[in-house]
């Protein structure tokens, strides 16, 4: 079992740095997916954070036919590659067809495992076969057990490095709690784990919360999508962070991750600058 994950220039799990998985939840248009990237490439660049932009090409599981989906395959990983080559951050999207996977493995450096097809054994081993990092959404309805089975699955298809994101169980119609005592356990699976921060929260203003949570724990990574105009974003934006909160947060964060990590090591150069003490 491999406890680390290399995407793109960053590594997640034992011995790296906290890192951030960002950006809105669906490729909308480039001047809002750019507007995100740019601000994401500058946080890491002032904190010496590593940073992995993720936004959807498309959004096959919405729960209206009518609503937003994404601009689809071509388009959308166009946009993703030239996120990439404009901003250098290493990208990543989730796969909701098999037919897909070919073409998303061929665009983005690493592919993501929707949660709610995080049991599909045939999806599975269609993605672990690609030969790029899988990025492992726990399904609401699984257990550390069941990730555990998910596990087995891809690394028997061929999947060397998966990174675990924990997003929340269910917890009546509707609403995901987080329980962070089942961090130990996913992570005594032998791979790094993220937290998403955004869909356990009940509102936009439980995110922060959570992802101080998460770190705290000791999560390898948080996951929150974040938008220029949560508010006219046209997925999700309840669940997403405003830029300018996430510029707020991060050091917040960042000083949690040097406390539970025993030190500046564990973070950007800049992260402590001016604070020797949480607020």
Same mark, same amino acid.
């Given at each position: 079992?491999?406890?680390?994950?290399?995407?793109?220039?960053?590594?997640?799990?034992?011995?790296?740095?906290?890192?951030?998985?960002?950006?809105?939840?669906?490729?909308?248009?480039?001047?809002?997916?750019?507007?995100?990237?740019?601000?994401?490439?500058?946080?890491?660049?002032?904190?010496?954070?590593?940073?992995?932009?993720?936004?959807?090409?498309?959004?096959?599981?919405?729960?209206?036919?009518?609503?937003?989906?994404?601009?689809?395959?071509?388009?959308?990983?166009?946009?993703?590659?030239?996120?990439?080559?404009?901003?250098?951050?290493?990208?990543?999207?989730?796969?909701?067809?098999?037919?897909?996977?070919?073409?998303?493995?061929?665009?983005?450096?690493?592919?993501?495992?929707?949660?709610?097809?995080?049991?599909?054994?045939?999806?599975?081993?269609?993605?672990?076969?690609?030969?790029?990092?899988?990025?492992?959404?726990?399904?609401?309805?699984?257990?550390?057990?069941?990730?555990? @089975? =998910? #596990?087995?699955? $891809? !690394? %028997?298809? &061929?999947?060397?490095?998966? *990174?675990?994101?924990?997003?929340?169980?269910?917890?009546?119609?509707?609403?995901?709690?987080?329980?962070? @005592? =089942? #961090?130990?356990? $996913? !992570? %005594?699976? &032998?791979?790094?784990?993220? *937290?998403?921060?955004?869909?356990?929260?009940?509102?936009?203003?439980?995110?922060?919360?959570?992802?101080?949570?998460?770190?705290?724990?000791g999560v390898d990574a948080l996951f929150v999508e974040c938008h220029p105009d949560p508010g006219r974003a046209l997925c999700d934006g309840e669940r997403?962070?405003?830029?300018?909160?996430?510029?707020?947060?991060?050091?917040?964060?960042?000083?949690?991750?040097?406390?539970?990590?025993?030190?500046?090591?564990?973070?950007?150069?800049?992260?402590?600058?001016?604070?020797?003490?949480?607020?």
């Amino acid at each position: 079992m491999i406890d680390t994950v290399q995407i793109g220039g960053v590594r997640l799990g034992r011995g790296a740095p906290l890192a951030l998985i960002a950006g809105p939840c669906v490729v909308e248009d480039e001047a809002t997916l750019f507007a995100a990237a740019e601000a994401l490439a500058s946080l890491r660049d002032a904190h010496g954070l590593a940073v992995i932009f993720k936004s959807s090409y498309e959004k096959d599981n919405r729960t209206s036919a009518s609503a937003y989906r994404g601009p689809g395959l071509a388009a959308g990983l166009s946009l993703l590659r030239a996120v990439r080559e404009r901003f250098g951050l290493p990208v990543l999207a989730d796969v909701h067809r098999a037919e897909d996977v070919a073409s998303a493995a061929e665009a983005l450096d690493a592919v993501q495992v929707p949660a709610l097809l995080s049991r599909q054994t045939s999806f599975l081993e269609t993605v672990a076969a690609c030969g790029r990092p899988v990025v492992l959404k726990k399904g609401q309805f699984l257990s550390a057990r069941g990730v555990a @089975g =998910a #596990l087995e699955k $891809l !690394r %028997g298809a &061929g999947a060397r490095e998966v *990174l675990v994101v924990e997003r929340g169980s269910c917890f009546g119609y509707d609403r995901l709690v987080v329980d962070f @005592g =089942a #961090l130990d356990e $996913l !992570r %005594g699976l &032998g791979c790094p784990v993220a *937290l998403d921060a955004g869909h356990p929260a009940p509102k936009r203003d439980s995110i922060p919360t959570l992802a101080r949570a998460g770190v705290a724990a000791g999560v390898d990574a948080l996951f929150v999508e974040c938008h220029p105009d949560p508010g006219r974003a046209l997925c999700d934006g309840e669940r997403m962070l405003s830029l300018h909160v996430l510029a707020e947060e991060l050091p917040v964060w960042l000083r949690v991750a040097a406390v539970v990590r025993g030190g500046g090591a564990s973070v950007g150069s800049g992260a402590l600058a001016g604070s020797s003490s949480l607020p």
